[in-house]
């Protein structure tokens, strides 16, 4: 089910009395954790245990009024398959929603339940961008930076807000546009953390997009930092294969076939077709006797990542 379907069911009062919410987006998700609150007139009440949502189911008093119950990342619901009755039992006039931030669409569990799972998948870059916008007056140089920042999520996008809207309430000068300014101080203060960019995940972006340039000079950039062969191997591997993924898959739902993220999937998107799937398949295998030449000694660590370089692009 879709975030669409999920407001459209809130909108004309057709909701049902269970759901599963799944993803990373977690800002989004609890905007309509509170919007149900508020459109059903619910109580919310979060819960630990299933035992507490049997109790719910068997408490139906016409006084007390309906609580929507939320259960957050239980295991036991998944792997324990007895425990899945809680998903159908009459909760009277209350409501649940089990949350689950990563969930493999591989199981029995997602698969038996997909119908009343919502996904809260990260926000393509244009449509966080406008709700960003939307909290806050910052400059499209600033609002680009506060999303990189927070690596595109929207939940964390709001902390820091709220850190800059408390710094401009606070009373303190401000050069600039007032937002602009206090976005300025708290990033060179340190209040708001800007990470330095790692060269490893640009020398990463430069291979997938076939850049030899930029492969080669983003490669040694990575060792002058201190970066550790394996974890470029490693990383090398895990980008391709996801890019395989989602280059070699027919299918509109990417993510249940492929079972990778919202956001793996967009990040292999911007590296499209600069290999073909069979080169992409040579370029695993590539890497993995890389990985496995630097194990056995067959391949010199100092000499492996060049090797592989002169092999995929």
Known sequence: MTIAELKAQMMSHTMRRTYIFCGTEVGIRDIYLKQICK?????????DE???ILQAGRKKSILQKATLYVLSESSDLVKNEKAWKILDIDLGQNMLICMFTNLDKRTKFYKQYKDMMVEFEPLEPDILKKYVKKEIALSDKNCQTLMEVCENDYG??????????QYVN???T????LYDGAFAQLIKDGTIYQPPKDAIFDFVDAVLDRDAYNSFKLMQESY??????????????????????????KSKDISNCTGLT?????????????????????????????????????????VAVQWLLVNIL
């Open 224 to 249: 002058d930092s201190g970066e550790a062969t394996m974890v470029m191997v490693s990383n090398l591997y895990t980008n391709f294969k996801a890019l395989l993924q989602v280059q070699g898959c």
């Open 50 to 52: 299933i035992t507490d």
């Open 174 to 177: 401000v050069d600039g546009v």
């Open 156 to 165: 964390r996008c709001l902390l820091e807000i709220d850190k800059i809207e």
């Open 39 to 47: 459109i059903q007139n619910y109580i919310l009440k979060w819960v």
């Open 262 to 302: 919202g956001w793996q999937i967009m990040n292999a998107k911007k590296h499209l077709n600069h290999y073909t799937n069979k080169e992409l398949t040579q370029a695993l295998t590539s890497i993995r006797s890389a990985e496995v030449g630097i194990k056995s000694g067959t391949i010199e660590e100092s």
């Open 170 to 172: 606070a009373d303190c």
